[in-house]
C-alpha cells in the first residue's frame, strides 16, 4: 500500500488551461475571471452576492468592518477553530469573546446569552470540520439584541442547514479557498457571501484601497484583492464541487460503516433532519489519539491534528486578555483528543478498508 495523504488537492489539465488563458488575456488584478467567479459562487451559494478577496482570514476581517465594527465592540465566537476565526476580529480592532464548544463541536448557543455585555456587537458562529452550526437559535438571539451575524464558513463549501447551504443565514457569510479546502483557487482566496446589495459594495471598496472610482478613495481600504488567475482556477474547480462534496459524503459513510464497532472511537456528527455536513474532515475523538498517530503514520497512513489548543490558549490570546487553561474544558478535550482520517475525492475503497483494518488492529492489540 502506497503512503495514503490527509488530503490530495486537484489541478487538472481544465484547470491549468484556465489560468493560462487568464494570463494570457485577463488583467492580472480584477479581471473578467474574478467577476464571473463571483458570479458563480454566488449562484451556488445562493446569495444574491459574492465578493472575492484574497483569503478566507481577509473575509472575516473585512465583513466586520463591513458592518461597522469599531475599537473594544466585542464578538461572540468559539474556542475551538482555526485561530483566523478570532484573529480576524483583532483585526478589524474588535475583542473576542469565545464560548466552549457542544458535542457537534460548534459553538454552545446556551453560553452566548451569558456573554453578551453592551459592548457586544455582533456572533461569528464557525460551520467547523463542514458541519452546520445552530443558525436559527444563533439568530434568534441576535435579533433580540440587536446584532449582527457573520457565518465563518471557511469549512463548510456545500454543506445544508435546513436545505439551504451555510452561508445564507447571516449578514454575511465568508469562505477561503485555501489549498486543503473542499476547493480551492490554487493558493489563497476567500469570498463574502450576502443579500445585502450595501454590504457587497462596501466590500468591494474595502478590498480595494476604498477606491471608487477609479483615484477617488473614499473609505479606507486594504490590499485584499483575488488574483485574476485564481479565480479562473477557482470557476473551474466550482463545476466540480457539487460531487467532490458528495463524494466527500459518501467517504464519510463508508468511514462510519465499518468504525462504528470501534468503542474507543468517537465518531463526527452525521446527517440530522435539519443538517448535511459536507465534511471537509472526518473528524474522531480517542483517548489514545498519539499513540493512533504514531501507529497508523507506520502504517503509511497520514493522519493530521485539527486544531492542538484552543484558540484562548495560544501564547498570544494569553498575553492579551490573561486566559487559563480549564476556562473552556470540552474544547480542551477535543484538543487532546481529535484527530482527522484521510479525507478527499478519489480516496479509493481499498484505502478506506485499509485505513478502517489498521484502526481496528491497534484497538485490538
Known amino acids: 500500500m502506497d503512503v495514503i495523504p490527509p488530503a490530495n ?53 473585512l465583513a466586520l468592518l463591513a458592518r461597522d465594527l469599531t475599537i ?26 469565545f464560548c466552549d464548544i457542544n458535542d ?33 437559535e444563533i439568530n434568534e438571539i441576535a435579533q433580540k439584541n440587536n446584532l449582527f451575524v457573520i457565518e465563518d464558513c471557511a469549512q463548510s463549501h456545500g454543506a445544508f442547514y435546513k436545505g439551504k447551504m451555510t452561508g445564507n443565514f ?22 463574502v457571501n450576502t443579500n445585502d446589495g450595501k454590504l457587497a459594495e462596501k466590500i468591494k471598496l474595502l478590498r480595494n484601497h476604498g477606491q471608487h472610482p477609479k483615484d477617488v478613495h473614499t473609505i479606507l481600504g486594504y490590499t485584499a484583492r483575488l488574483n485574476t488567475v485564481n479565480a479562473a482556477i477557482g470557476r473551474v474547480q466550482l463545476k466540480y464541487l457539487p460531487d467532490w462534496i458528495e463524494e466527500r459524503r459518501k467517504i464519510a459513510k463508508k468511514y462510519n460503516e ?19 455536513p459536507s465534511y471537509h474532515l472526518f473528524e474522531i475523538k480517542t ?34 486578555f490573561g486566559f487559563k487553561e480549564g476556562g473552556f474544558p470540552k474544547s480542551e478535550e477535543l484538543s487532546a483528543q481529535a484527530m482527522d482520517f484521510p479525507m478527499f475525492p478519489g480516496l479509493k475503497d481499498e484505502q478506506i478498508k485499509y485505513i478502517s483494518e489498521k484502526i481496528h488492529e491497534f484497538f485490538n492489540r
Open 104 to 136: 457537534e463541536y460548534l459553538i454552545d448557543v446556551k453560553q452566548i446569552f451569558d456573554k453578551i455585555s453592551k459592548r457586544t456587537k455582533g456572533i461569528m458562529p464557525v460551520h467547523l470540520y463542514g458541519h452546520p452550526a445552530d443558525m436559527d
Open 258 to 276: 465499518h468504525l462504528k464497532d470501534v468503542d474507543e472511537i468517537i465518531l463526527p456528527p452525521g446527517d440530522s433532519e435539519i443538517k448535511k
Open 72 to 97: 473594544g465592540g466585542e464578538i461572540i465566537t468559539v474556542a475551538s477553530s482555526y485561530i483566523a476565526t478570532s484573529n480576524s476580529i483583532l483585526h478589524a480592532n474588535g475583542t473576542p469573546i
Open 170 to 191: 447571516s449578514d454575511m457569510g465568508c469562505f477561503s479557498f485555501y489549498s486543503t479546502k473542499n476547493m480551492t483557487v490554487c493558493g489563497d482566496g476567500g469570498m
Open 287 to 320: 483517548k489514545k489519539r498519539d499513540e493512533l498517530l504514531k501507529f497508523l503514520k507506520e502504517n503509511k497512513i497520514i493522519c493530521l491534528i485539527h486544531y492542538p489548543t484552543p484558540i484562548p490558549y495560544q501564547p498570544l490570546y494569553k498575553n492579551l
Open 9 to 61: 488537492p486537484v489541478f487538472n489539465k481544465e484547470m491549468e488551461e484556465a489560468a493560462i488563458n487568464a494570463l494570457r488575456n485577463e488583467r492580472y488584478i480584477l479581471g473578467e475571471s474574478v467577476d464571473k467567479f463571483e458570479e458563480d459562487f454566488a449562484k451556488y451559494v445562493g446569495t444574491d452576492y459574492a465578493v472575492s478577496v484574497s483569503s478566507g482570514t481577509n473575509a472575516l476581517h
